[in-house]
Each structure stands twice: as structure tokens, then as C-alpha cells.
């Protein structure tokens, strides 16, 4: 026999984590993601300040104009938005490569033999995907670096949210991406499949904002709709375990279809078991609440006062609203009232009342349209606005309380003028340049270790 | 000595039998070569017994314990043909990957690339390497498991004369440590290296014994695995 050192599994993960990330680096899809990433990002961030920097002209005039103007919004909203199209189209590219280029070379037949449980395996090589990743937020965190450095502000907390909801999301294009590798035979069928279910998240999102109640409550479990709350600057229970259990979920699967030895009976049952319990996870973690607001200007949060008598509110308050969902009425109520009500009132129930299917226009001739009524203990009150600031009296009211607001300084916004054509030489010229010579440089850099040299 | 023992092994893809009830065994230190025309499941009757495919039906036993399907790559290697695994990749550090998730050790690695004369392509990427060094680094990654069973598919495939009797040189050094199953398609080949041969057709057993006994079975004049693959497949 031949004498040896039994490697712990710890070791042999970190030498096959090595191995993957030294691919990720040989090939150059994630180089070429790198390089197209910095003008994306880039274009994304010069047009942000340049537009930033126009409103606060007029905002550093004005306090109550200065405090609409957030960075969280106006610019790493828009530079995280350029990289989130980086994530959806380029990335599962890469994240495709480390499995199906495994499986059309023959790698795998020997992968698969090594002393390494398929979902160790698996879960190695996605680990090292979305190390290749975070590397690649170098791009869009230069262009926050240069916003810091000009004396633009951001708010920590809600930039690392915004930052862990896009890592979360490319934890689900992943996953996705290694389901899509697994099930099909080739690296292309692969990216086809994977794009079909990214962009598929976008057609659905367009769909449910006009389509079906089903419809509707499917489209809130899209990876896309989950990440508009952390845009928001709202760290959501339910959208974070959405997100990371179709991530994970969808590499669980990947390793079920690769496991070695099985039928095809077997293995489309377990597919459907472990799809099933998937589906089942989503449902369960789309009804969990809990959400934290961090964001700077606190936009889904009431003024501490209001929130804690809301939480009372315990007798089930019943909103109706007559209004259609297209109506840009419906839409503002959802956003500055409903989802801030949402978070905070036990048992919550809204009701959309029957306006007909002919939507704001077709239904204008109906008195009652634009009402939301509020039913709490036995009372009724009905109002037509979408303010919080007259609402929130009627709820009060209901609630038979008075509220003193609470002394909470109003956020003042950041105004900022700031020359972005630094950051323009940067991401036009320096930082592609870079990339292009990091990439040589690792492509030509083969030494021999030391102990083969003398071969 | 008992070692592998493969008893009813057999594979159905849809209605098709692909491989039938088929038993042989290997012992330690023994090279024993799996002959028969295209698809005959020379390949099949590979992954089956290292549980890379389902087996519908058959036992394998090690020592006389019968192993299943998901514990037998503790046992048994097993060198797919045609492959190239990682071909962006310089050769050291394909070799290096095998040496480290094995254990073997930098001085086997050493010793085995210099068996292999593989010191001129360490640093070429897979995919630049000729057929010939290509199915030589594959082998170099059998060598460097440390499983006691090795099985390799087509092993000679892209040699030309001189490098396969060097190879055949090697793997018969090999097997005084492990136990070898080649699959050959070159019946010289296959005369010249193994011990044993199981010969298949269409997923069947044809015979299973040295040269010999095949001969004795398939009525043939002389001790010639062409006349008896010829006898015995006809």
C-alpha cells in the first residue's frame, strides 16, 4: 500500500476552494465581467453624482429641499443598480463555469470520486463563485470610496444593507446557475436555462403589478422584488430568508442531481421531493415578519410615538381601499402608509374593494372611488388621503389615544456637489487597465513549486 | 486472497439490457483486462462497479464484504477514457490538486511524474498537451490515488508501441501494490498485460479466465486472444 497522510475534510475543502478560485482567476469570465463591469458601474455612478449634484444646487439653498436629497438614492441605489445588471446577465456565466465546464471535460467522473460528500463538493465550488463575486464589489465600492473621499456622505448601516442584499441575490443567481449546470449537459444550455429563470424573475415582476392576486403574491417572492427592500434601506426577515433559501435551496438541489449511482426514478423523486420542501420553505418564510429600518432618513418607519401606539393596536384593524392597484394613489398609500403598517400592527387586514376591472379611469364615475375606510374596535372612519400625516390622527382616534411626537431631529438630507470626472478616468480608463493586467499577469504566472524544478 | 469479487452485476437503460448478470473477480496484485467489441458495456460495467451508474442488479464484495454503491470509491479508482479535466490549468497544479486531496505526498508526486517523463509539460496548460502526454498526466492522477483497486479505461489509447510497453512496464509495478481492471481495446495489447480477461458482448459475459482457459472454451488451435475474441464473439 501506498504510505500517505490522511487529509482531515477540512483540508481537502480549503485545497479544493484554492483550486476553484484559481480557475474562477485562469478563465476569463470573470475577468471579462470585471472589465465590462467597470464602465457599467461607472456610467451608473458618473450619471448618479452628476444628477446628485444638480439637485443639490438648489437644495443646499433650501432645508426642506436638502432633506429629500438621500445618498442611499441618489447614489448607491443607481451604482449597486448597474452592478445588479453585472449579477443577473454576466455572473451566472461564471458561476456556470465551475460546474458545467466539470461536467462537459469528464472532471466530474473523477470529482465525484474523491473522499468529499457531493454536497460538500458543491457547496465548496459556490463558496468560491461568490468569493469571485465580493472581489468583483471592488468596482462598485471604489466608486463609494470616491463619493467618501470628495465629501459626499453615506449612511453605514444602510449601505451595508443595501450591500448584503445585493450578496444575497447573487447567492440566488448562484444557486441557480449550479441547478441550471447540474440538470443540463452543456455549459450553453446551462446559461440559456439560467437566464430564462433571472429574466423570468423580471417578466414576472411586470406581470404581478397589474395581473391576478396569485399572480401578484408569487411576484412578491421574486428575487428582484426582494431586493427593492433593501434599496429601501429595510433589513426584511421574510425577504432575507426568501433569498437565501432559494440560494441555498437550488445548490441543495444541485447536489442531489449530481450525486453519483442514482436513476433517473430516483432522482426525479428526489428532485420533486426537494423542490417541494423548497416551494414549502418560500411559503413559510414569505409569511414570517419582522423587518428593521436602517435606513438614514428613517422612510419606513413613523415617528417613534406613532409606532408605539401602533404596535397596540391589537384588535385587528380591517383597511379597505377603493382604489385600483394601477393607480398611482394606491401605489403612494402602499409605499408611505401601508408598508410602514405592516411592520408595526399586529393582525393587519387589507382589503381591496371591488372597483371593477376597468381600472382609475374607467372606474371615476363611482363616488366612492379613492376611499379608504379603517375599521378598528367596532368604528369606522373613511378618508380619501394617502398621507401619513392625516392618517396617522385617524388611527388615533380609532385607537382612543393621544400622541405627543416624540422630539426625534428630522433627517436633514446631504447635499453635495461633487466633480465626478475623476471617478470617469477611473472607470473609463484606469480601472479597465487593471483588470486587463491582473489578467495577463495571473495567465502568464505558471512557476513550478519548488520541489518540481529539479524534475 | 479473496479481493473484488462482482457477482450478477447488471444495467437496463429503458427496455435495453445493457449489461447482464456478469461475475468475475480480481485478486490482489493481479491485472485483469475487460475485452469485447464497441458496446459491448466495457465502459458501463466500469461506472457500474465504482457506483458512478445504478446498477440494476448484482452484488459487489471486497474481501468477502459486500460493498454498496456510494462506499465503493474508497476502494476502487476509476480513469474514465477521453476526458480532459481542467484543461486551463497547468499540469503541476492538476497533479498537485489529486497529490493534496489524496495525501500522497510530494516525493510520490515526484516519483510518479518521473516515471511518467511528464517533467517536460509541467508547466503547459491541459489543454496544449498531445493526446500522448494527455494520457499520460490522467494515468499520473490514477498512480497518484490511493485507492487499493485502480481501473482504467482504454489506458493505452494514444501511445504509440515504445511508450505503451513503458507504461505496461509501469502498471505491472503498480500491481504489486493494487490490483488493476483495464478496459483494452487492442487485443495485443490486452494479451501482452493481463493475467485475466472478461470478455463481453452486448453486455454479456463471453468468458472469463486466463488466455488459456479462454482458448480451451472457445475451441480454439493456439493461444491467440484474436482467434479465441473471433471464436468466441462470432
Redesign the interface.
Known sequence: ???????TTG??IA??FG?EL??LA??WAWWGMLLVLAPLVGFGYVEAVRLYGEASVTALQSTELARGLTPLDGIAVPTFGAFYLATTLLFPFVAIRALGQ?KE???L??I?????PTALTVATKVLAVLVAWTIGLVVPLSALGHWLVSGGHLGFAETANLILGHGLYALTVCGIAFFAAALTETAASAAIVTLAITLGFWVLDFASGSGPEWLRLAGELSPTQALKQFERGLVSIPHVLGLAMLGVGSTALASLVLS????VA?KVVRLGVGSGALALGLVLASVVSGSVDLSDDRRNSFDPADEAVLRQMSKGLEITLFLSRDDSRAREFQTNVLAKLRRLVPGLKVVWGDVGNTGPFGAAHDDRYGIVTYDYGGRRVESRSNSAREILPILHELASVTVVASDLPPYRGYPAVIDPTPAGLWFYGGLPVLVLLLGWRWSHG?R??A??RD? | MIGLEVVGLGRCHGDTRVLADVDFDLRPGEIVGIIGPNGAGKTTLMECL?????ARTGVVRLDGIPID??AR??AM????D?????????V??VT??FR???????D???TV??RLEL?PV??KRVGELSKGYRRRLLLA?ALLT?Q?ILILDEPFDGFDLRQTLHVMELLREVAA?RALLLSIHQLKDAERICDRLLLLDAGRRLGFGTLADLATHAGATKLDLEEVFLGLTA
Open positions: 500500500m501506498v504510505s500517505r497522510l490522511e487529509p483540508a481537502r485545497h479544493l483550486h484559481r480557475r485562469s478563465g466539470d471535460s469528464g472532471a467522473k473523477l465525484l470520486q474523491w473522499p468529499l453519483p449511482g442514482l436513476t430516483k505558471r513550478l513549486p520541489h518540481l524534475l | 465504482v457506483g458512478l451508474q445504478p454503491p456510494g470509491s474508497a479508482f476509476y480513469l474514465p477521453g476526458i480532459m479535466p481542467w484543461s486551463d490549468q497547468p503541476w497544479r498537485g490538486l493534496d486531496m489524496h495525501g500522497s505526498g510530494r510520490r508526486e515526484v511524474l518521473r517533467a509541467l508547466s492522477l490511493p487499493p501494490e
